[in-house]
Structures are given as C-alpha cells and as structure tokens.
C-alpha cells in the first residue's frame, strides 16, 4: 500500500504560480513512477504530468507543457509538481497517482495508488 497526500492548493490569480507537493508513505517510493491528474466538475480526469523512477524520463500534457514542471525527491518521498503562468482553465482538482512501474504513463488506468486531491483555483 502506498497513502499519498497532496497539498499547496489554493487560489491564485491569472499568471501566478503555484507548487503542489505529493508526499508518500508506504512501499519504496523510489520503485513508483508518479504521475499528476487534474479534474474539473463534470469532466473526466486528465493527465497533466508524469515522471519515472529516477526523474530522468518526464512527459507533459500538451497544455502544460512550457508552463508546468513535475519533479520528484526519493529522499523524501515527494513528488512536486511547479506551476507557472496560470490561467483559468487550469482550475481543478489536483491528484497524484503512483504507478508500479519504471515510466509514468498518460493513462489513468496503470496507476494503483491515488491521493485525495489539491483544489487549485485560477481568477481571471
């Protein structure tokens, strides 16, 4: 079993920055690839991030992509996920996942282990 819990959601206006961080407790979290979800009211979650085991392999959502930055401590069992240049369809909730595998995917389907979601709010 692996718990994670995010945290440093919040309200921001349009162009601020917001980092999220996903703490895990559990198994070896360095043997989990992590990924970041997002989901808005009504609205199947999305893939917004992920990143493999070591750090080394990451991959964006089209729409984050320059903006936002998903990086990882094994140390301490932290996933981060930095977000630059908001706009107000960034506004969701935020979710971290584990996935047991060397490679983050896109797909929701791999990853096992989730958190209970960061409400991020974007003004315009």
């Known amino acids: 079993q692996v718990q994670l819990v995010e945290s440093g959601g919040g309200l921001v206006q349009a162009g601020g920055s917001l980092r999220l961080s996903c703490t895990a407790s559990g198994r070896t979290f360095s043997r989990y690839a992590m990924g970041w979800f997002r989901q808005c009211p009504g609205k199947e979650r999305e893939f917004v991030a992920s990143i493999g085991w070591t750090g080394g392999s990451t991959n964006y959502a089209d729409s984050v992509k320059g903006r936002f930055t998903i990086s990882r401590d094994n140390a301490r069992s932290a996933v981060y996920l930095q977000m630059n240049s908001l706009n107000p369809e960034d506004t969701a909730v935020y979710y971290c996942?584990?996935?047991?595998?060397?490679?983050?995917?896109?797909?929701?389907?791999?990853?096992?282990?989730w958190g209970q979601g960061t409400q991020v709010t974007v003004s315009a």
């Open positions: 996942a584990a996935d047991a595998l060397m490679y983050g995917s896109a797909r929701k389907g791999p990853y096992a282990y």
